[in-house]
Nanobody, 124 residues
């Protein structure tokens, strides 16, 4: 089973940028469709972005299109989420997820493996 560890969260002012990383323990990393989700206090877990096994295709929630970029580095077993032009409404715990199903996967229930989450706080 793959283990996922997120890092890179923190406090940033509105308009700033952060890059989140998700390190996978599995050498067969390329078998997995990867996704990023987020959850704010009192709200349901929300889809953010997903990337195909080869990394050639991506999909995003409408709320982050044009601002966030998901990518993967097979050699490093790592998925990234570059977040630019951050807004206070982006404040949430961000989770990395993996699954061996077909791409795209936009629903949390479709993912079998999850990281512990990393906090992103955007101040105004």
């Amino acid at each position: 089973q793959v283990q996922l560890v997120e890092s890179g969260g923190g406090l940033v002012q509105a308009g700033g940028s952060l890059r989140l990383s998700c390190l996978a323990s599995e050498r067969t990393f390329s078998r997995y469709v990867m996704g990023w989700f987020r959850q704010a206090p009192g709200k349901e877990r929300e889809f953010v972005a997903t990337i195909s096994r080869r990394g050639g295709t991506t999909d995003y929630a409408d709320s982050v299109k044009g601002r966030f970029t998901i990518s993967r580095d097979t050699a490093k077993n790592t998925v990234y989420l570059q977040m630019n032009s951050l807004k206070p409404e982006d404040t949430a715990v961000y989770y990395c997820a993996a699954d061996q199903g077909t791409w795209p996967r936009r629903q949390a229930i479709q993912y079998d493996y999850w990281g512990q989450g990393t906090q992103v706080t955007v101040s105004s």
